[in-house]
C-alpha cells in the first residue's frame, strides 16, 4: 500500500528514531521532503555548504531521479529514495586524493548495505550486480529483476576527493511507472518478499547497515568489504559479458573484482579490467575476444 503523504511524513519519523541508537551520523541530519527533484542534487548542495558527513535527504517521489550514466530512474510513491553525504577525506585509512576509489567502494559498500537490510527486514535473499544494482530472483525461476540502484558521486577540489553522495532508489511497495519493456525487469520489495515491508522497518534497517559499512570503509577495511560484496554477487565470476572499448564490442567472462572496484573479465590470453560504461549480462557463454 501506498501512503499518503502524512502517513509517509509519520513513517520517515518513525524509521529514523528507530535507527538513532545505531545508525550514528546517518540519523542525525535527516531532510524529508515529499517531493524533489533529485536526493542527489539536494545532499550535493548540503555537501558544498559545509554539511556534515551523514546529512541525508530522503523523499517521497523525485522527480528528476537518475541512475548511471544519465539513466532516468522512475521515482513515484510507493518507493524508498535516499541520499546520504560521506566525507572520505575524513577517513584516514582510504586514499582520498583525486583519483580516490572511494566512489566505487562506497558503491559496493552500499550493495551490501542494501542486501542486509533487505534480509534484515524480509528474509528475502537478493544478488548484486556489478555496479550499482540490487537485484531479485523471482520464485517463478524467470531471470533476474530490479529491486534497487546506487548511485554514487564523488567531487574532488582537483586534488583531494571532498565528498561523495551516495544514492539510493529502492522499489519498496509499487514498481515505478516505466516503459514496458522497463517495467517487466523490475520488482517491488513486497512482491519479492510475499508480504507489506514497512518504510520504517526499511528504513531503520539501511540507516543502520549504512553507518557499518561506513565505519568499515573508515577502519581500513575494504578487503571485507569486497569479500562482503562478491559474496552477493555470484554474477560476478563465470559470467559471459559483452561491452564496448575503443569503439569495438569485446567479450568474455567475470572474473571477479579488483581492489579498486573494477569488474575484471578474463579475455582469451588476458585479464582486464572494466571500470564503466555499459556491460552487457549474456544468459550463456561466448567466446572471449
Known sequence: MTLDPAGW?????????????????????????????????????????????????????????????GATWHSPAGGLYLSSLLRPDCW??????????????????????????VRDVSLTAVELKWPNDVMVRPRSGEGWRKLAGILAEGASDGQTMRSVVLGIGLNLTAVPEAPGDVRVRMISLSEAAGMPVSLADMLRALLVRLRAGRDALADGAEAMIRAQWLALAPSANGTSVDWEQDGRVRHGVTSGIDQRGALQVRLADAIVAVHGGAVRWQPDAQEVS
Not at 546529512?55 to 522527480?63: D, F, K, P, W, Y
Not at 585509512?93 to 537490510?117: C, E, K, N, R, Y
Open 92 to 117: 584516514p585509512s582510504l586514499q582520498s586524493d583525486a583519483t580516490s576509489p572511494a566512489s566505487s567502494l562506497i558503491t559496493l559498500m552500499a550493495g551490501v548495505a542494501v542486501a542486509q537490510a
Open 9 to 69: 511524513l509519520a513513517a520517515v519519523r518513525e524509521g529514523v528514531a528507530a535507527a538513532a541508537p545505531r545508525a550514528g551520523v546517518f540519523a542525525d541530519a535527516v531532510t524529508a521532503l515529499l517531493d524533489t527533484g533529485s536526493t542527489n542534487d539536494d545532499v550535493a548542495r548540503l555537501a558544498w555548504s559545509g554539511a556534515p558527513e551523514g546529512t541525508t535527504v530522503i523523499a517521497r517521489l523525485q522527480s528528476a531521479g537518475r541512475g548511471r550514466r
